[in-house]
């Protein structure tokens, strides 16, 4: 089990904020206090955690196919877990938060999941120190010294 990093905390505060904005844009989002809001968030990133690890290993997979058999075969596993992730993220939040919660349909979760990764690469781009990696970077407060 790894460790939670403020990366982490940074995505759940972001996906927070966009399912907020999703539930005041889309009337299809719903959710039924900011708690449940936040508690969804969670779940997202959980779940878009796995999605992500099982694409990288799909198309990891795909890249040492050697035959054309092979490449078919692997390029329909890709293709049911692109879609597929939208139905997992639908199911799971349906499951833990039955009709507290409701993303929409299948067009409103694949706007929302394209949403809250672009959101989240753009948070970790914006707090990525660029001498030291991928470190958050500090703010001008909270350095030694500064007041």
Same mark, same amino acid.
Not at 33 to 50: C, D, N, P, Q
Not at 90 to 105: M, N, P, R, S
Not at 133 to 142: F, K
């Given at each position: 089990?790894?460790?939670?990093?403020?990366?982490?905390?940074?995505?759940?505060?972001?996906?927070?904020?966009?399912?907020?904005?999703?539930?005041?844009?889309? $009337?299809?989002?719903?959710?039924?206090? /900011?708690?449940?809001?936040?508690?969804?968030?969670?779940?997202?990133?959980?779940?878009?955690?796995?999605?992500?690890?099982?694409?990288?290993?799909?198309?990891? &997979? /795909?890249?040492?196919?050697?035959?054309?058999?092979?490449?078919?075969?692997?390029?329909?596993?890709?293709?049911?877990?692109? $879609?597929?992730?939208?139905?997992?993220?639908?199911?799971?939040?349906?499951?833990?938060?039955?009709?507290?919660?409701?993303?929409?349909?299948?067009?409103?979760?694949?706007?929302?999941?394209?949403?809250?990764?672009?959101?989240?690469?753009?948070?970790?781009?914006?707090?990525?120190?660029?001498?030291?990696?991928?470190?958050? &970077? $500090?703010?001008?407060?909270?350095? $030694?010294?500064?007041?």
């Amino acid at each position: 089990m790894r460790r939670i990093t403020a990366a982490d905390v940074v995505d759940v505060f972001a996906y927070t904020v966009v399912l907020g904005v999703f539930v005041q844009l889309f $009337p299809a989002v719903i959710t039924e206090s /900011f708690l449940v809001t936040l508690l969804t968030a969670v779940l997202l990133k959980l779940v878009l955690e796995l999605v992500v690890a099982l694409k990288s290993w799909a198309v990891a &997979r /795909f890249r040492l196919a050697t035959t054309s058999g092979e490449r078919v075969l692997r390029a329909a596993v890709l293709l049911v877990v692109l $879609p597929g992730s939208k139905f997992l993220v639908l199911e799971a939040t349906d499951l833990v938060f039955g009709d507290a919660v409701h993303l929409g349909g299948f067009f409103q979760v694949t706007v929302l999941i394209i949403a809250l990764m672009l959101v989240r690469g753009g948070a970790r781009l914006l707090l990525r120190d660029r001498r030291a990696g991928d470190r958050a &970077r $500090p703010v001008e407060s909270d350095r $030694p010294g500064t007041a």
